[in-house]
């Protein structure tokens, strides 16, 4: 079993709708999880950090954390065609274990 | 400021030959992180730094994978005897550790394609 799990995707969803992504760990020590996105070609950028268990909000983007359950999830509201790219939830120590990515592509 | 930075940005090796990454991290940032990246799959750990000192190494994936930062700035990932599996993008990643947290962001580079012909 893999560290970090994600929704194999790809996930399209029309312009203006609501990309949910859903992750889930299995070290309940965990303490820091993130969610990079990945444009082809190019390196990982960090767009969300969470640390404690909730929602937290930036943007169009929301993560939700449930330690109990091992699951984080991100939804971005109000999709872009520039939101499409391939997302990467990320669990920490002190080192990054990364899922394999869902790709979601927004249609114009 | 400068980002992290990584040379060559592309590099094309034959099988059995040696190669160096090179990983330039943000300057001050304490912890530096090595990834590698197959196609299609999330980056996979290879090896962490605290300054000079090489704190894991669990991620490498054989003897033939040879990481140092000797002056606690500059790194290099060196590669003997390449071979087909190796061929990746290698992703280096630098960070400012907040003490006794793991909350710090990791930057990354825009990584090195290996391809191992």
């Known amino acids: ?108 | 400021g400068a980002g992290v930075s990584q040379s060559p940005r592309y590099k094309v090796a034959k099988r059995g030959q040696d190669v160096a990454l090179r990983c330039d991290p943000i300057s001050g940032h304490v912890s530096l992180f090595w990834y590698q990246q197959a196609l299609g799959q999330g980056p996979e750990f290879l090896t962490y730094f605290q300054n000079e000192a090489q704190l894991d190494k669990s991620g490498l994936p054989s003897d033939r994978f040879f990481a140092e930062r000797p002056e606690g700035s500059v790194s290099t990932l060196k590669i003997q005897r390449t071979q087909q599996e190796d061929s990746a993008v290698y992703l280096c990643a630098s960070s400012l550790p907040s003490a006794g947290t793991y909350t710090d962001t990791q930057y990354f580079g825009p990584g090195t394609r290996l391809t191992v012909l």
């Open chain 1, 1 to 108: 079993q893999k560290e970090v799990e994600q929704n194999s995707g790809p996930l399209s969803v029309p312009e203006g709708a609501i990309a949910s992504l859903n992750c889930t760990y299995s070290d309940r020590g965990s303490q820091s999880f993130f969610w990079y996105r990945q444009y082809s070609g190019k390196s990982p950028e960090l767009i969300m950090s969470i640390y404690s268990n909730g929602d937290k909000e930036d943007g169009r983007f929301t993560a939700q954390l449930n330690k109990a359950s091992q699951y984080v999830s991100l939804l971005i509201r109000d999709s872009q065609p520039s939101d499409s790219a391939t997302y990467l939830c990320a669990v920490r120590g002190y080192k990054l274990s990364f899922g394999a990515g869902t790709t979601v592509t927004v249609r114009a």
